[in-house]
């Protein structure tokens, strides 16, 4: 036993009575919660990561319908090439185009990846609004 006391206490310095394992208990308390801080960090920057993504995904899809002969399948073809460009980091995304007279709507919706399980706002949404190109004669 007193070898290995030896090799977990620096020598010249011994034990307070009392104190066995006090760093242990205290490394059992503080890691779960600086873990559980980590990986809450890195899922919200995931997040966030995934909204910038469908804000541009939205914004090309919006730009392709916006002119003047623009179609809605093109422009919802032009969002999903950008989100699979993206390599897979919103799951389930759906791309959805709105065109009438004056004015493009795009939404795109999906989730993101789950680091931590049970986190709670994985999902993801962003919309994008703007006129439509018109041809007006002089």
């Known amino acids: 036993m007193r070898a290995l006391r030896n090799r977990l206490v620096p020598r010249g310095r011994t034990l307070p009575a009392g104190e066995r394992g006090s760093v242990t208990l205290e490394n059992i308390i503080i890691w779960p919660v600086v873990m559980v801080f980590m990986f ?61 007279v004056t004015t493009v709507t795009v939404t795109v919706t999906g989730n993101t990846a789950l680091i931590v399980p049970g986190w709670p706002g994985s999902g993801v949404s962003e919309t994008v609004t703007g006129p439509v190109e018109r041809f007006v004669a002089p």
Do not use: C, M
């Not at 392709?64 to 993206?86: C, F, H, K, M, T």
């Open 40 to 100: 809450g960090f890195f899922q919200f920057a995931l997040w966030l990561h995934a909204r910038d993504l469908a804000h541009g995904a939205a914004t090309s899809a919006y730009y392709e319908a916006r002119l003047y002969d623009g179609n809605i399948p093109d422009a919802q073809a032009v969002g999903r090439a950008v989100l699979e460009a993206s390599g897979g980091t919103i799951e389930g995304a759906n791309v959805v185009v709105t065109k009438n």
